[in-house]
């Protein structure tokens, strides 16, 4: 299972990025699909995550409605929309595949640790 992440970048505050993770080796069905970020300083934390077999999305709770993750199986790619970029979403946004998912793992000390593929990561930095 390889993950390829791409779509980072430097914006200004309040624009829009959509970071993608292409993933080869894996069949999106039945399986948890999620994004993370690691803030500078900090410890990587969950952003979001689908339900490969419900095919229902399930966000943090910091989320605030401003990220929205989506998949496309027929391309084998994940998608992180992030609107209204303010400077503390500066981060490295990573994807991982194959972990657990539903609205009440993604809080959990064990959601990270379920995912067993991840791919490199892709930097957004956010500054005027």
């Known amino acids: 299972v390889q993950l390829q992440a791409s779509g980072g970048g430097s914006v200004q505050p309040g624009g829009s990025l959509t970071p993608a993770c292409e993933v080869s080796?894996?069949?999106?069905?039945?399986?948890?699909l999620a994004w993370f970020r690691q803030i500078p300083g900090k410890e990587r934390e969950a952003v979001s995550c689908i339900d490969g077999f419900y095919n229902k999305v399930y966000y943090a709770d910091f989320v605030e409605g401003r990220f929205t993750m989506t998949s496309d199986s027929a391309k084998s790619t994940l998608y992180l929309q992030i609107d209204a970029l303010k400077p503390e979403d500066t981060a490295t946004y990573y994807c991982a595949v194959d972990g657990t998912c539903s609205g009440h793992s993604i809080g959990q000390s064990y959601f990270r640790g379920s995912y067993p593929y991840w791919g490199q990561g892709t930097l957004v930095t956010v500054s005027s």
């Open positions: 080796g894996f069949t999106f069905d039945n399986y948890g």
